[in-house]
């Protein structure tokens, strides 16, 4: 089992930043990833991010150049760091740990793809 917990969230001004943080205890998966979603009111989860452990990022096209992705692999944490928040952005994030992390870049943004998730953290961008 893996447990998985995010913090970080709150409510920031449109322009403003904010780093989510993604802890994971019990069972670690030495070739596996960690993705970032959101999920807004009245619509669907969808992917923001992911990380694997063994290097390798990839972004929705909705976040590119705004958000990054980096991992303390001795933690077992891994960061979503929010830069040029727009209002847009306001949702609750989860993070989602997978037990394998292949190199194709479309599976990551698949819910299904994932075995764990965390309880989510409420993030709130103001305009």
């Known amino acids: 089992q893996v447990q998985l917990v995010e913090s970080g969230g709150g409510l920031v001004q449109a322009g403003g930043s904010l780093r989510l943080s993604c802890a994971a205890s019990g069972r670690t998966f030495s070739n596996g990833a960690t993705g970032w979603f959101r999920q807004a009111p009245g619509k669907e989860r969808e992917f923001v991010g992911a990380s694997r452990r063994a290097g390798g990022t990839y972004y929705a096209d909705s976040v590119k150049g705004r958000f990054t992705i980096s991992r303390d692999n001795a933690k077992n944490t891994v960061y979503l760091q929010m830069n040029s928040l727009k209002s847009e952005d306001t949702a609750v994030y989860y993070c989602?740990?997978?037990?394998?992390?292949?190199?194709?870049?479309?599976?990551?943004?698949?819910?299904?793809?994932?075995?764990?998730w965390g309880q989510g953290t409420q993030v709130t961008v103001s305009s």
């Open positions: 989602a740990a997978r037990s394998w992390a292949p190199l194709d870049s479309g599976s990551y943004a698949k819910t299904a793809e994932y075995d764990y």
